[in-house]
């Protein structure tokens, strides 16, 4: 990344919400990227109404929300912190914009003049009112702003109401370039996150977090040659207009978010995911075509314990599954073996006492692999493994990062690495390594994570290869975790670049009455994937319940 970009900030102070003070830090952190003009709205300082013009003024049917916006929700994005002091030292231009209509701001000539002189890449839209005319041309790549809510659907705001309110499993964002048609701008980043319908609060801080990284990530695009301006999308349907909600309909939303929290506290505690492993004689494209196919095999349903994450033994030339073996009364999940049909049960020995699952295995230079998800140690550690189930550690592929669900492939002479992150949208948002070799350690992908979606990021089996086209499969959690499995071929794959579509997906019912499905292994001629169902665990019940008596008391 030999190019630099400088860039300029719109805002109506030197006062910010935590979420844009995260988004300006991001930038500025970066060695290439430097910022050089801060545009201020001198209108929103000399114009300030008085406390009678307040009075007459205020939107009284918004009332409710507005006071518990203000003094109820404890959301962190919109802690107001002023970077003054750090800012002040840069170039500052105050603007008093000409309105036209309701909410449209044009700028002057000279104030135009002015800002094209700094030679800007790109400004941030951290104030002012709607944008119009030569301001949006500025800058060499326009002028970027966010969208928080899925801009199909949702137009105006406010942040992650709505689509709690309509009951919606997902909640979006976007970073989109201006221009002169409002809300029809190039989409330059869009996310996906399940909605957290139970906690408003959380709900916002999600999705301002997700997409404060979004400007740094365009920057490293542009940085690498790569033309993510000239090629992003423009948004075509225009989606219904939101504005704040009036009272009766804020009261509405406070019984919603009353009844979501009930259902949410009641599943943790009497629905325990329940997940058994099934094994059919078949390839996947048999099993997808043939509805309710009949399992070889298929584990036994329990309470307190759960087979999950099975893979089968490379090439079937041992007639092994490894898989996750879970209790709840240890709460943790180890990695054990049995035959095709259950048989000869065993607990693999990995020399670790953290959780354990997602056994990833996998054959090279006639050695079998296994890559187990080993999040709570920190790493990313690569055994080898025999048949009998001896294990030996041969390298540590990544330090230093909660990996979920790692899995590998080789493939235009380079190994990839697919993962998701603990505590950090540990479904949604997928991560990238790559190595010239298995005893080194893994490179992150310059620009990870690689996407940020809950309905297609999370790895969910082995990949596998057909005319020279690598496709992956991920999770869908959308609905719930687990829910169904996507097919995905990848498009684009360096160590700058990554791109996938949907080419199928899997659903749990056409296995039977199950709930979930979220891994899948397919080869020669055997398939093995888990199924989910949720049942009531005692010692699941202990859990949850100390787990949240801890967080009450403090």
């Known amino acids: 990344m030999s190019k630099s970009l400088k860039f300029g900030i719109l805002c109506n102070g030197f006062e910010f919400e935590a979420w844009e003070v995260a988004c300006i830090d991001n930038l500025l952190r970066h060695p290439q990227i430097e910022l050089k003009l801060l545009v201020m709205n001198n209108q929103e300082i000399l114009t300030k109404p008085t406390f009678i013009q307040k009075l007459r003024n205020y939107p009284y049917r918004s009332l409710l929300f507005r006071a518990y916006k203000r003094y109820k929700l404890k959301a962190f994005s919109y802690k107001r912190i002023s970077l003054e002091d750090r800012l002040k030292e840069f170039a500052i231009l105050n603007c008093s914009p000409i309105k036209s209509g309701k909410f449209s701001a044009y700028f002057s000539e000279q104030d135009i003049d002015t800002i ?55 909640t979006a964002a976007v970073l989109q370039q201006l221009n002169e048609k409002l809300d029809q701008g190039k989409i330059l980043r869009k996310g996906y996150l399940k909605t957290v319908d139970y906690c408003y609060a959380e709900n916002i801080d999600q999705l301002t977090e997700m997409a404060s990284m979004w400007p740094l990530q365009v920057c490293i695009d542009l940085m690498n040659g790569h033309n993510v301006i000239e090629k992003a999308p423009l948004t075509i349907k225009k989606a219904k207009l939101f504005k704040y909600p009036g009272n009766w309909r804020f009261m509405h939303f406070v019984f919603i978010l009353f009844q979501n929290k009930i259902k949410f506290h009641f599943n943790q505690l009497f629905m325990a995911e329940s997940w058994q492993i099934a094994r059919y004689d078949q390839s996947l494209k048999e099993v997808v075509k043939n509805d309710l196919t009949k399992a070889a095999y298929i584990s036994k349903s329990n309470n307190e314990t759960y087979c999950a994450d099975p893979f089968l033994w490379p090439n079937n030339s041992a007639k092994k599954i490894v898989y996750e073996y879970f209790s709840y009364k240890d709460n943790c999940g180890k990695i054990a073996m049995m035959d095709f049909n259950g048989q000869n049960f065993k607990l693999l020995d990995f020399g670790k006492r953290e959780h354990m699952s997602y056994p990833f295995l996998f054959e090279y230079n006639k050695q079998v692999y296994c890559l187990p998800e080993q999040a709570e140690a920190g790493s990313v550690t690569l055994y080898k493994i025999d048949a009998k189930g001896d294990i030996l550690a041969h390298a540590d592929l990544i330090k230093d990062f909660e990996a979920r669900d790692a899995s590998l492939i080789y493939f235009e002479q380079k190994w990839w690495l697919f993962c998701t992150k603990a505590n950090y949208f540990e479904n949604a948002a997928l991560f990238i390594f790559y190595a010239d070799n298995l005893e080194q350690s893994f490179i992150p992908h310059q620009n990870n994570p690689v996407k940020v979606n809950v309905q297609n990021a999370r790895p969910a089996g082995t990949f596998f290869i057909d005319n020279d086209v690598l496709y992956r499969l991920a999770q869908n959690s959308a609905l719930h975790y687990g829910h169904k499995v996507n097919i995905n071929k990848i498009t684009k794959l360096s160590v700058s670049e990554f791109e996938e579509e949907i080419v199928e997906v899997i659903e749990p019912l056409l296995f039977g009455n199950y709930k979930g499905i979220h891994h899948i292994n397919s080869q020669q001629g055997q398939t093995i994937v888990d199924l989910k169902q949720t049942k009531f665990s005692l010692n699941n019940f202990k859990n949850q319940w100390q787990r949240k008596w801890r967080k009450i008391s403090g």
């Open 116 to 170: 094209k002189s700094y030679k800007l890449d790109f400004m941030l839209r951290f104030g002012f009112n709607i944008l119009k005319g030569e301001i949006l041309k500025s800058c060499n790549y326009g002028i970027w702003s966010f969208h928080h809510a899925d801009n199909d659907f949702i137009r105006g705001g406010p942040i992650g109401f709505w689509e709690i309110y309509h009951r919606k499993n997902t």
